[in-house]
């Protein structure tokens, strides 16, 4: 395993762990991703009822690349879905990873051409990101915007196969 950068002790690795809890970033990041992977699996339970038991075991890849196969994400969603899950692979299995303000600028503005920004959540937060040096320096409330956007569009998708607006049917 190569040497986590920054990390040099257990101490290091300790006060790591415990900096997580206040961490907006990191918490915003997964738990955006988490809301966007429950959306696909709810947009491919409708799409392939009884595929139910299979979907919920794919990881977030290949859950993508299912629903782009059912047809209900075009190439620029893909994309943007699979992009999101790399910079969610790099945070889950790097200890010391923290992308910079490049990378995730990149990852909003892959959004911004992909997803509609329903309530100007990529545009906020890609001014808030202008001319900062780091996304510590950032106002955390943009941290879970892209996911936002996002999840209207999916959510908004889930309801023209047929889901309810409000209630999430379970599938048995």
Not at 82 to 110: C, D, F, G, Q
């Amino acid at each position: 395993m190569p040497r986590a950068k920054g990390i040099n002790s257990f101490t290091d690795l300790y006060e790591r762990a415990v900096g997580i809890r206040d961490n907006s970033f990191l918490s915003s990041f997964i738990l955006g991703h988490l809301m966007t992977e429950y959306l696909l699996v709810k947009i491919a339970e409708l799409k392939q009822p009884t595929l139910t038991k299979l979907i919920e075991t794919l990881n977030h890849e290949r859950l993508v690349e299912l629903v782009f196969g059912l047809g209900e994400l075009d190439e620029p969603m893909k994309e943007t879905l699979l992009a999101i899950n790399t910079m969610r692979n790099k945070l889950a299995h790097r200890i010391s990873y923290t992308p910079s303000i490049i990378e995730y600028k990149n990852i909003v503005l892959l959004a911004q051409s992909s997803f509609s920004d329903m309530t100007d959540g990529f545009m906020q937060t890609l001014e808030e990101i202008e001319g900062k040096s780091s996304l510590d320096e950032c106002d955390e409330f943009i941290f879970h915007e892209m996911f936002m956007q996002i999840s209207y569009n999916l959510h908004e998708l889930y309801v023209d196969l047929g889901g309810d607006w409000d209630i999430f049917h379970e599938n048995t």
